[in-house]
């Protein structure tokens, strides 16, 4: 099984167990000479699927890291991004005054240089992603 293959079946079994609780007790009672529809051990499949996972991804190595610093740097990545983008949106609507007597805002940050560092670091994720995404269907499951 690849890696890649495995992400799959954790975010099935990962759905899977966050409705649980309503399958289980729909099964908690069943008709005499019946079995429940639902296995409950589902949760230790999980554990151990992400236990593999997590082992390759200390083991994988791309270039000189391993993909769980990858993963840690597209994480980070992400939340940069949102933060400058959101900040590059907020300060980017300076209001005009009607009047003289209205207060004037004034942005603290160079719109077009931190929309600049956001396209760049957009660019960097996306390649990032792309590598993680070929070794995840490249790499074996240990």
């Known amino acids: 099984m690849k890696l890649a293959e495995a992400l799959q079946e ?8 966050r409705q649980l609780q309503q399958r289980l007790a729909n099964n908690a009672i069943v008709q005499e000479g019946e079995s429940p529809a639902e296995d409950p051990h ?27 610093e990858c993963l840690a740097r597209r994480d980070v990545l992400k939340w940069k991004l949102s933060a400058y983008r959101e900040m590059a949106n907020i300060a980017s609507q300076v209001g005009h005054r009607a009047t003289r007597t209205e207060i004037k805002l004034f942005s603290t940050v160079h719109v077009k240089d931190l929309q600049k560092q956001a396209d760049e670091m957009a660019k960097e994720l996306r390649l990032l992603d792309n590598t993680i995404q070929a070794a995840n269907w490249a790499t074996d499951l240990g």
């Open 10 to 17: 954790r975010a099935d079994l990962d759905r899977r167990i």
């Open 42 to 68: 589902s949760m230790t499949s999980l554990e151990q699927l992400i236990a593999r996972i997590n082992l390759t991804n200390c083991r994988t190595m791309l270039e000189d890291k391993s993909l769980t």
